[in-house]
């Protein structure tokens, strides 16, 4: 099944004119239905099943491809939709998009930062199949210190879930009152992956932000908004 929109918004969609102008387009009588006159507002209309016409003339609906940037907070789950009501982060997006968009990847419940979001089936694929070796910069927070064996075994690879991940690149950025700041990169991004890396080592995360997505930065976009994608970083992403 299609998305369902109004009539107005379908016209807008193909290209052919602006909303208000639809209106007075479906109020001249010029818009056909399925073959049928309309010249009522708000009738809807489903798209990919419905026939819309304007002056005789079908009217597709653009397939516009959306890639936006995300900076996920706390507390969002990294679904479309939640089966206990949690917030998603399709619910920061709002209803700016005229389109289906999903999440790139996985941000867990508690990380925070960059996540992408798209209604590019391709474009997701490039991003998050291991053997593009995309990598994921984080800034992790750990309870108490890290010691150098357990930095020199990140580095090697660790034990976790019946696989050892790949060699990561971890760098100390600070260590004082109880806790460890660390920068680390790895490429597979399973689930949980880098929570579990720190398990393996014997060191909890209490906090979690991922920064970078291959060259692709957060930088400074806002905690809970969002941006569109520059055309440069999506030629990017989708031919390394």
């Known amino acids: 099944m299609g998305e369902i929109v109004r009539l107005q918004k379908y016209i807008a969609m193909s290209g052919a004119a602006s909303r208000r102008k639809a209106e007075e387009l479906i109020s001249e009588g010029r818009v056909k239905v399925n073959g049928s006159v309309i010249s009522e507002q708000g009738v809807k209309v489903e798209i990919g099943a419905d026939k819309v016409t304007l002056d005789n003339k079908e009217l597709k609906v653009k397939d516009k491809k959306y890639y936006i940037m995300l900076n996920k907070p706390v507390g969002y789950v990294t679904t479309v939709k939640d089966q206990f009501d949690r917030?998603?982060?399709?619910?920061?997006?709002g209803d700016e998009i005229n389109a289906r968009l999903f999440p790139v990847g996985r941000l867990d419940y508690e990380t925070e930062g960059l996540l992408l979001l798209t209604n590019d089936g391709?474009?997701?694929?490039?991003?998050t199949?291991?053997?593009?070796?995309?990598?994921?910069?984080?800034?992790?927070?750990?309870?108490g210190g890290v010691s150098i064996q357990g930095m020199s075994a990140l580095r090697k690879g660790v034990r976790i879930d019946n696989y050892t991940t790949s060699p990561a690149d971890v760098t100390m950025l600070d260590a004082s009152a109880g806790k460890t700041t660390i920068k680390i990169t790895i490429h597979e991004g399973?689930?949980?992956?880098v929570r579990k890396m720190f398990e393996a080592i014997g060191c909890k995360v209490i906090a979690l932000q991922r920064i970078q997505i291959g060259q692709i930065e957060l930088g400074n976009l806002p905690l809970g908004?969002?941006?569109?994608?520059?055309?440069?970083?999506?030629?990017?992403?989708?031919n390394g």
């Open 87 to 93: 917030p998603t982060v399709i619910d920061l997006v």
């Open 122 to 127: 391709d474009f997701t694929y490039r991003v």
């Open 129 to 143: 199949h291991p053997k593009f070796h995309t990598d994921k910069t984080y800034i992790a927070v750990i309870g």
């Open 190 to 193: 399973k689930n949980r992956q």
């Open 225 to 238: 908004r969002w941006r569109h994608l520059t055309s440069h970083e999506v030629n990017y992403l989708m």
